[in-house]
């Protein structure tokens, strides 16, 4: 049996990588998976994470997103793959190093570290980033005050999304950047595009 593609979408909050990532998780007969939160403990694990009223540190959050992640993987990403499915993901190991790295100020090369044991060889076979500026994202109201990640005062995102574009610079066979300015069919038509070119 042909192992299913695993194309994860990644952004700030309000780029509409989880509206893409639902819509191609249809029109490709796959499987829509999200982080934290797709399984029965990462459901509680998400309720801690993004409660901005409680607290814990930056490498605390890390390692919760990570056991959010390993688990995920065994238990939904690698048995869809294995029977041949696709995976479409909002969110996978690139969002740690993006909000817990490059904007929470966890070494990069522990959260690295970290990511491999939690998931292996686990890769994707995509990563689409989806670009917005922060003004944008503000403006399509995605960022909340109760949200612990979007309720960070100051440069936070704007340090989060210039670590996204730094990952995809440095990758560039395994990540594609798109405009997420736009309608969402326009959005849509980059990326499909972009995995007819690749797939």
């Not at 740690?96 to 076979?125: M, N, S």
């Not at 405009?179 to 990326?191: F, L, P, T, W, Y």
């Amino acid at each position: 049996m042909t192992r299913g593609r695993f194309i994860v979408f990644e952004g700030i909050d309000g780029c509409g990588k989880s509206t893409q990532a639902r819509r191609f998780a249809e029109e490709r007969g796959g499987r829509f998976a999200f982080e934290p939160g797709d399984t029965e403990l990462g459901a509680q694990l998400r309720a801690w994470l993004l409660d901005a009223h409680f607290a814990m540190t930056p490498r605390v959050e890390s390692l919760l997103m990570l056991a959010d992640r390993s688990h995920h993987v065994s238990t939904v990403i690698e048995p869809t793959l294995d029977q041949g499915v696709d995976v479409l993901a909002d969110r996978f190991f690139a969002s740690t190093l993006a909000y817990q790295g490059y904007g929470r100020g966890v070494p990069l090369d522990d959260l690295r570290a970290a990511t491999d044991l939690a998931i292996g060889e686990c890769r994707p076979d995509l990563i689409v980033l989806l670009d917005v500026d922060v003004s944008v994202a503000r403006a399509r109201g995605a960022l909340r005050d109760d949200d612990r990640f979007e309720s960070v005062p100051g440069d936070f995102l704007e340090r989060v999304r210039a670590g996204y574009l730094e990952m995809a610079r440095t990758d560039p066979h395994q990540w594609e950047v798109i405009d997420g300015v736009g309608s969402e069919e326009e959005i849509a038509e980059r990326i499909r595009a972009v995995l007819r070119a690749r797939f």
